[in-house]
């Protein structure tokens, strides 16, 4: 593609939904991705046991923007998933995230209503009215026992820190439950496409607007690409920079190792998703894909979760050092023209898919509502 009218960097949801808005008004659109594959970290693929599995950990797609939930049934149908999960506490098996039967069984109580669960919690929880870390915002919702027992060590595995060392924001993601609902998440719609993500990410690429140029490192071909109208980039905002305002304290990203096993047998766990919050194993989660889809297969994939600082970044780590570095680098983003920044790495901020999703077409829409208040104004 000799003449691009727009440059986009990263396959992953940011890049891909750009690509296919521009696209789908005229626009040639170029993405250039450092992996060999679309999709990002969504990435899937039938393994060798015949399972659909998740390269990068697994996927589950809810939303309650109603926005979104039209825009990816565009490209994909959709078959309901109510994600569930479990952890291995204290040699139980309790439901994520705490609602009446995960205290019941931990704690031996015989809580049968929301009216009680509310009082169990405010009995055992530390009342702080405005947590300024991780810790004190779990300790103001479950209390110190809970907190011990499910979010402390686990947080510790999973970035590295504590909970008193992270942002509210991160541990107030977590729900808490007054009754036995035991899904992960309540939005009004939750699902998986049919096939696998990196179907979906086919189906929104298809347009022949659309040329991808893959296992390609932007910065090593950055000056082969001139003249194009706008630039979108998804990945790590220090990179793009040259790192130049984290020479002597880098912004910090945590990492995962996917260590996979083929088991003989046809199921492994009970459970999807099992989590490990204790210090017993220093591993974060056991995934079985087989479960995703009620899939057949006479074997079955497991695959165990470790969080490291080290290989592809995965997750900012949202904490007041990290985030007096980022701002230096927003300051910067926000001085170039026609240059945008856009997902979770780029905008140094943890996002949902739905909310990567509707980011991606909120700033596609803001952009050219603005073009097309300039344009109707110059002429």
Known sequence: MKNIDILIIG??????????????????????????????????YIDENGILVSKYGAHLFHTNEESVWKYVNQFSNWYPWEHKV?????????PIPVNITTVNRLFDTNINSEE?????????????????????A?????????????????????????????????????????NYDDRYFSDTYQALPEGGYTKLFENILKNPNIEILLETDYFDVKDQYKGYEKLFYTGPVDRFFDFKHSLTEK?????????SETVEAEYFQENSVVNY?????????????????????????????????????????????????????????????????????????YFNMDQAFKNALDLFETLENKDKTNYKTAG
């Open 11 to 44: 396959a992953g949801i940011s890049g891909a939904v750009l690509a296919e808005r521009y696209a789908s008004i005229g626009k040639r659109v170029l993405i250039i991705e450092k992996r060999n594959h679309i999709a990002g970290n969504c990435y899937d």
């Open 86 to 94: 479990v952890a291995r506490v204290d040699d139980k098996t309790v």
């Open 116 to 136: 009680e669960m509310k009082n169990w919690l405010e009995e055992n929880r530390i009342a702080i009215e405005s947590p300024s870390n991780g810790e004190e």
């Open 138 to 178: 779990v300790l103001n919702r479950v209390g110190p026992v809970l907190y011990e027992k499910m979010f402390k060590h686990y947080t510790k595995k999973q970035w590295d820190k504590y909970p008193a060392e992270l942002d509210a924001s991160v541990l107030n993601r977590i729900p808490v439950r007054y």
């Open 251 to 259: 912004l910090e990203y945590r990492s995962i190792n996917f260590v």
């Open 277 to 349: 919050p204790g210090t017993e194993v220093d591993f974060t989660r056991i995934i079985e894909y087989k479960h995703f889809g009620n899939q057949k297969s006479d074997k079955t994939t497991v695959v165990c979760e470790f969080t490291v600082d080290d290989g592809e970044p995965y997750y900012p780590v949202p904490n007041p050092r990290n985030e007096e570095i980022y701002a230096r680098y927003k300051t910067e983003a926000d001085q170039l023209v026609d240059v945008h920044f856009v997902g979770r790495l780029a905008n140094y901020k």
